[in-house]
Each structure stands twice: as structure tokens, then as C-alpha cells.
């Protein structure tokens, strides 16, 4: 059974960083991509930022383009996502994901991802 647990969320001032962890447990050789996405209160879970386990392609969504950074270690079975510049517009709770089907083109819609994490909330004030 594959398990996410993240962690390194909190409260941070416009203009800082935070630095999330996703540890992997019962990783699968069919691991294809880890993801993140995020929710904010009222809104639906939005796709933030994709790799391909391999390494060989990354993705963003437009709006934290130039200032996140995901990464994976493949080695330790985690996963990071480095958020600099934070804005109160990033406040939500960040959930890792893990996909093991087909990566397709569909990869920003949550439900094309196979196992979840329990989230970590993150908080920008102003």
C-alpha cells in the first residue's frame, strides 16, 4: 500500500520560502510521476507543479512559474517542492501526489492521480 506523508508547511510573511517534503512509503516500480496540488478554502484542488519520476520533465502552473521548484530524489523516495516568493494568494493546504498509470496530458486534473498525501497547510500573511 503506497503511503505519502508531507511535510514543512506553515506560516511565512509575503516574500519568503517554505520548503515541502513528500516521503514516499511503498513506492511501486510503476511509479510514473509525483505531483502537488493545493486547496485553498472554498475553491477546488488545483494542480501546482509535476515531474516525471524518471527526471525528465517538469511541469508548472503558470502562476508559480519562476518561483516553485519541484524535485524528487528518486534514491530516498521523496519528493520537494521549494516555494520562494510567497504570496498570500499561495495560502491553501499543498497535498503530494503520486501517479503509477499512464503520464498523459491530463496530469493537472486531481483525479488522474492515484494516491494522495494528507496535506500540509502553508500560510502567507500580508
Known amino acids: 500500500q503506497v503511503q505519502l506523508l508531507e511535510s514543512g508547511g506553515g506560516l511565512v510573511q509575503t516574500g519568503g520560502s517554505l520548503r515541502l517534503a513528500c516521503e514516499v512509503f511503498?513506492?511501486?516500480?510503476?511509479?510514473?510521476?509525483m505531483g502537488w496540488f493545493r486547496q485553498a478554502p472554498g475553491k477546488e484542488r488545483e494542480f501546482v507543479a509535476a515531474?516525471?519520476?524518471?527526471?525528465?520533465?517538469?511541469y508548472y502552473t503558470d502562476d508559480v512559474k519562476g518561483r516553485f521548484t519541484i524535485s524528487r530524489d528518486a534514491a530516498k523516495d521523496r519528493g520537494y517542492l521549494q516555494m520562494n516568493s510567497l504570496k498570500p494568494d499561495d495560502t491553501a493546504v499543498y497535498y503530494c501526489?503520486?501517479?503509477?498509470?499512464?503520464?498523459?496530458?491530463?496530469?493537472?486534473?486531481?483525479?488522474?492521480?492515484?494516491?494522495w498525501g494528507q496535506g500540509t497547510q502553508v500560510t502567507v500573511s500580508s
Open positions: 501526489t503520486l501517479k503509477v498509470t499512464y503520464f498523459s496530458s491530463n496530469y493537472y486534473l486531481a483525479g488522474s492521480w492515484e494516491y
Open positions: 515531474v516525471r519520476w524518471s527526471g525528465d520533465n517538469i
Open positions: 511503498g513506492r511501486t516500480f510503476s511509479t510514473t510521476a
